[in-house]
Every structure is written in structure tokens, then in C-alpha cells.
């Protein structure tokens, strides 16, 4: 299955690394954005794991949490697209062209 990453969602991943850089943290930031990224690739062979977005309850709008993040993917028939990573407490919103 292929997996693609929005530009909504690469620009929610530059932010985690670069707020946790000016908290004096790099190496956290980088941690979160790797790991996320590693979750999304097991997505490849398990595409309905994460849970549907209670926000929209839609099968193919879904979500893996990984504290404090809900990492928001669409779930097609021969792909998945990651749209947003965003920290758990925000009120989730997808780009217009991505419903």
C-alpha cells in the first residue's frame, strides 16, 4: 500500500522539531517526528489499526495517538495519505482538499 504525506502534515512535523528546538530540545523533537513517522509505516500492512476520527466519524478518516499527538491519515482503497499531526488537545481540522 502506498502511503504519501501532505504538505499540511510535513509542516505540522517541521513545527513539533522545531518548537521542541527552541524549548533547548532537539533531540526530542526529532524522536517524536522519527517515531511517527516509523508508526505510519506500519500502516503499510495494518491500515485500518489506527481508530476513526471520533471529530468526523468516517471509516477512512483515521488516527494513531502517540502522546501528546493524534497523527490523522485517510484511508483509501490502495492508499493512505497522512494529513495532520497535531497535538492531542487541538481542535482537529483537515485542509480543505483533503476531505
Known amino acids: 500500500m502506498k502511503i504519501t504525506i501532505a504538505q499540511s502534515a510535513l509542516s505540522d512535523l517541521q513545527e513539533i522539531k ?6 533547548g530540545a532537539p533531540d526530542i523533537g ?3 517526528v522519527n517515531v511517527i513517522l516509523k508508526s505510519v509505516q506500519n500502516l503499510r500492512d ?3 489499526s489506527g481508530r476513526k476520527v471520533p471529530e ?3 471509516d477512512r478518516i483515521r488516527e494513531i495517538i502517540y ?4 497523527v490523522v ?3 483509501n482503497a490502495a492508499s493512505i495519505s497522512l494529513v495532520r499531526v497535531w497535538r492531542s488537545e487541538r481542535l482537529l481540522l483537515l485542509p480543505d482538499d483533503e476531505t
Do not use: E
Open 56 to 58: 468526523f466519524n468516517q
Open 73 to 75: 491519515y485517510l484511508r
Open 18 to 23: 522545531a518548537y521542541y528546538l527552541a524549548q
Open 67 to 70: 502522546p501528546p499527538f493524534r
Open 46 to 48: 495494518h491500515p485500518d
Open 30 to 32: 526529532q524522536k517524536f
